[in-house]
């Protein structure tokens, strides 16, 4: 996490070819395990971040692939409830 904070620019650079609108990665410890729990608001675009040629793009693929348990499965959870002002919801279009 203190690599993506170190290049924050370099990261608004991924979003928008991947339409990510808004990502958040929360932490928590449990019993002495840390946890990480990603939020994210993003487009319907099927792009494949480990397609990516961008060089922060390939740090985070193998930083997934070291540190991610992919036996545990990810969980899409329903909304309830989605408040957003309607003119950044009208600002939050892929670019043409």
């Keep these: 996490m203190g ?3 170190a290049n924050a620019e370099a990261v608004r650079e991924t979003l928008e070819p991947e339409q990510m609108y808004v990502e958040t ?5 449990v019993e002495g395990v ?3 729990y990603w939020y994210s608001v993003q487009g319907e675009v099927d792009v494949d971040v480990a397609l990516s040629e961008h060089w922060l793009d390939q740090h985070h693929v193998t930083f997934w ?5 992919d036996e545990y499965p990810p969980v899409d959870l329903t909304p309830l409830v989605h408040m ?3 003119r950044v919801i009208a600002s939050m279009k892929p670019l043409d």
Excluded: A, G, M, S
């Design 84 to 86: 957003v002002p309607e």
């Design 65 to 69: 692939r070291e540190c991610i348990d």
């Design 25 to 29: 990665i929360f932490t928590e410890k």
């Design 3 to 5: 690599f993506l904070n």
């Design 34 to 36: 840390q946890y990480l």
